[in-house]
T-cell receptor, first 110, second 115 residues
Framework: RKEVEQDPGPFNVPEGATVAFNCTYSNSASQSFFWYRQDCRKEPKLLMSVYSSGNEDGRFTAQLNRASQYISLLIRDSKLSDSATYLCVVAFTGGFKTIFGAGTRLFVKA | ETGVTQTPRHLVMGMTNKKSLKCEQHLGHNAMYWYKQSAKKPLELMFVYNFKEQTENNSVPSRFSPECPNSSHLFLHLHTLQPEDSALYLC??????????????FGSGTRLTVV
């Protein structure tokens, strides 16, 4: 089993749609969780951290479920500019170990 | 300049060449990283430096040699590479390698092609 697994997609959605991605991780000792966004041929950029209580940043909502070992990202009212690959990232405090998922491709169409 | 700067942006090199990738961060971070991103694969951690000390070498072949002269600069020296080493090489920094609560900041990467 991969340490961090994501559905590679692609997800093809119309503008205005709501779309959700899940990511599962295998190591229960994981400490920190993030979603990154990577545009084609560009570097990953931090989208948001994921906190145990869940957190929201505008149209984006992230959730963490430690019991089931998954995190999720919900995008509401999708924009064309949301088209990108979304990377799930799991980090282990004190171990310098950070695992990136392979990413989920999102295409938002007009 | 701000953020994390990588040079060159693109590099084509022969298998017998020696070249170096450079990374500089202007964020006051103490940890720097080299990652490799191949097509359709997750990012692979190569090296970690925390307060200039190498703390992680993720079983990287010796044809890749990192150097970290100070907390702001990181190099990746390349020699006798193979075509399968062609990839996007990303440098990243974080406040502290021990606590990654705030995530990484990545440079724009060097796209390396080995011919």
């Amino acid at each position: 089993r991969k340490e961090v697994e994501q559905d590679p997609g692609p997800f093809n959605v119309p503008e205005g749609a709501t779309v959700a991605f899940n990511c599962t991780y295998s190591n229960s000792a994981s400490q920190s969780f993030f979603w990154y966004r990577q545009d084609c041929r560009k570097e990953p950029k931090l989208l948001m951290s994921v906190y145990s209580s869940g957190n929201e940043d505008g149209r984006f909502t992230a959730q963490l479920n430690r019991a089931s070992q998954y995190i999720s990202l919900l995008i509401r009212d999708s924009k064309l500019s949301d088209s990108a690959t979304y990377l799930c990232v799991v980090a282990f405090t004190g171990g310098f170990k950070t695992i990136f998922g392979a990413g989920t491709r999102l295409f938002v169409k007009a | 300049e701000t953020g994390v700067t990588q040079t060159p942006r693109h590099l084509v090199m022969g298998m017998t060449n020696k070249k170096s990738l450079k990374c500089e961060q202007h964020l006051g971070h103490n940890a720097m990283y080299w990652y490799k991103q191949s097509a359709k694969k997750p990012l692979e951690l190569m090296f970690v430096y925390n307060f200039k000390e190498q703390t992680e070498n993720n079983s990287v072949p010796s044809r890749f040699s990192p150097e970290c002269p100070n907390s702001s600069h990181l190099f990746l020296h390349l020699h006798t590479l193979q075509p399968e080493d062609s990839a996007l090489y990303l440098c990243a920094s974080s406040q502290d390698g021990q606590r990654i609560n705030y995530g990484y900041t990545f440079g724009s990467g060097t796209r390396l092609t080995v011919v």
